[in-house]
């Protein structure tokens, strides 16, 4: 599938592309708000500054993916590979992080209420974290699973605004 064809068709008003192929896709500073992806192949793919709150990513192949300054709000990550991810800047706030795991970049990255986070391979630099610590550790081994074991995370979060 190819951008214009997604494109179309998410205006058409459909959200479910899950098990899509979109690999290397730019789909860049759009308004995808609630599209579930799961199962979708979009290794090398660009949502830099792409609002995809709500949706769904889940067992998706996001390898090298460009998420930096993305609205992730509430996605599903579920058994997911980081590997290459550029989350600089991306806001995770209430995502599911089971079984999401790789090296990813989450510089600047909010994780505020985000569940089940258990990533020791991350570089973390001014990340905030479920619990609302800011850390900065470039190769984290260590750290999240002494600070962070794989528990839940909830955040009461009564005054937060996006936009």
């Not at 793919?45 to 300054?69: K, M, P």
């Not at 986070?117 to 999240?144: C, L, R, Y």
């Given at each position: 599938m190819d951008r214009e064809e997604l494109l179309e068709r998410y205006?058409?008003g459909e959200r479910d592309f899950n098990s899509v192929e979109i690999?290397?896709?730019?789909?860049?500073?759009?308004?995808?708000?609630?599209?579930?992806?799961?199962?979708?192949?979009?290794?090398?793919?660009?949502?830099?500054?792409?609002?995809?709150?709500?949706?769904?990513?889940?067992?998706?192949?996001?390898?090298?993916?460009?998420?930096?300054?993305?609205?992730?709000?509430?996605?599903?990550?579920?058994?997911?590979?980081?590997?290459?991810?550029?989350?600089?800047?991306?806001?995770?706030?209430?995502?599911?992080?089971?079984?999401?795991?790789?090296?990813?970049?989450?510089?600047?990255?909010?994780?505020?209420?985000?569940?089940?986070?258990?990533?020791?391979?991350?570089?973390?630099?001014n990340t905030i974290m479920p619990d609302g610590q800011i850390v900065?550790?470039?190769?984290?081994?260590?750290?999240?699973?002494?600070?962070?074991?794989?528990?839940?995370?909830?955040?009461?979060?009564?005054?937060?605004?996006?936009?």
């Amino acid at each position: 599938m190819d951008r214009e064809e997604l494109l179309e068709r998410y205006t058409a008003g459909e959200r479910d592309f899950n098990s899509v192929e979109i690999p290397g896709i730019d789909l860049s500073n759009l308004d995808l708000c609630r599209i579930q992806l799961a199962y979708a192949e979009m290794e090398g793919a660009n949502f830099s500054g792409t609002n995809l709150s709500e949706g769904c990513l889940q067992s998706s192949w996001i390898e090298r993916v460009n998420f930096s300054r993305a609205n992730l709000y509430g996605i599903d990550f579920y058994e997911t590979c980081w590997d290459g991810i550029d989350f600089t800047g991306a806001c995770l706030v209430g995502t599911n992080l089971e079984i999401a795991y790789g090296k990813a970049n989450l510089t600047n990255a909010n994780l505020i209420g985000a569940i089940n986070f258990s990533n020791d391979e991350a570089i973390f630099q001014n990340t905030i974290m479920p619990d609302g610590q800011i850390v900065n550790v470039v190769h984290s081994s260590n750290v999240v699973e002494s600070q962070y074991p794989r528990t839940l995370y909830l955040c009461d979060l009564p005054n937060l605004k996006f936009g």
